[in-house]
T-cell receptor, first 112, second 116 residues
Framework: RKEVEQDPGPFNVPEGATVAFNCTYSNSASQSFFWYRQDCRKEPKLLMSVYSSGNEDGRFTAQLNRASQYISLLIRDSKLSDSATYLCVVDEGSGNTGKLIFGQGTTLQVKP | DTEVTQTPKHLVMGMTNKKSLKCEQHMGHRAMYWYKQKAKKPPELMFVYSYEKLSINESVPSRFSPECPNSSLLNLHLHALQPEDSALYLC???????????????FGPGTRLTVL
């Protein structure tokens, strides 16, 4: 079982659609959770950290379910500029290092 | 300012060459990272420096040699690389090197390396 699993997609959606990505992680000791966005041939950029209570940033909402070891990202009113790969990222669980575990990424293509 | 800079942007080298990749940050971060990323794959951690000391080496071949001259600079020295080492090499930094939701990693733009 992969440490962090995501559906690679691609998700092809029209502009204005709502799209949801899911991610599961295997280490119950993990404490920090993130969504990064990576455009083609660019570096990953932090989209948002994910908190137990859930958090929202504009059109983006992230949820964490520790019991199910499940993280989600919801994008509302999709824009063409949201087209990218979304990486689910989790810490390795010891709390002593900065080591992060990356999912394979989910590709989103928003069409006009 | 959340900027991590990397030079060069692109590098082509032969298998017998020696070259170095450079990374710099001025955010006062005390942890710096090297990652390797192949096409359509997620970044793979190579090395972590925390407070200028090497804290993680993910069993990287010795033809890759990291160096942290000070808390703002990170180098990756390359020697006798193989064509399969061609990839995007990403540098990142974070405040303390202890993963938390508030101690996030910021990535540089990367060096795209081609080994002939």
């Amino acid at each position: 079982r992969k440490e962090v699993e995501q559906d690679p997609g691609p998700f092809n959606v029209p502009e204005g659609a709502t799209v949801a990505f899911n991610c599961t992680y295997s280490n119950s000791a993990s404490q920090s959770f993130f969504w990064y966005r990576q455009d083609c041939r660019k570096e990953p950029k932090l989209l948002m950290s994910v908190y137990s209570s859930g958090n929202e940033d504009g059109r983006f909402t992230a949820q964490l379910n520790r019991a199910s070891q499940y993280i989600s990202l919801l994008i509302r009113d999709s824009k063409l500029s949201d087209s990218a790969t979304y990486l689910c990222v989790v810490d390795e669980g010891s709390g002593n290092t900065g080591k992060l575990i990356f999912g394979q990424g989910t590709t989103l293509q928003v069409k006009p | 300012d959340t900027e991590v800079t990397q030079t060069p942007k692109h590098l082509v080298m032969g298998m017998t060459n020696k070259k170095s990749l450079k990374c710099e940050q001025h955010m006062g971060h005390r942890a710096m990272y090297w990652y390797k990323q192949k096409a359509k794959k997620p970044p793979e951690l190579m090395f972590v420096y925390s407070y200028e000391k090497l804290s993680i080496n993910e069993s990287v071949p010795s033809r890759f040699s990291p160096e942290c001259p000070n808390s703002s600079l990170l180098n990756l020295h390359l020697h006798a690389l193989q064509p399969e080492d061609s990839a995007l090499y990403l540098c990142a930094s974070s405040y303390s090197g202890r993963a938390s939701s508030t101690d996030t990693q910021y990535f540089g733009p990367g060096t795209r390396l081609t080994v002939l």
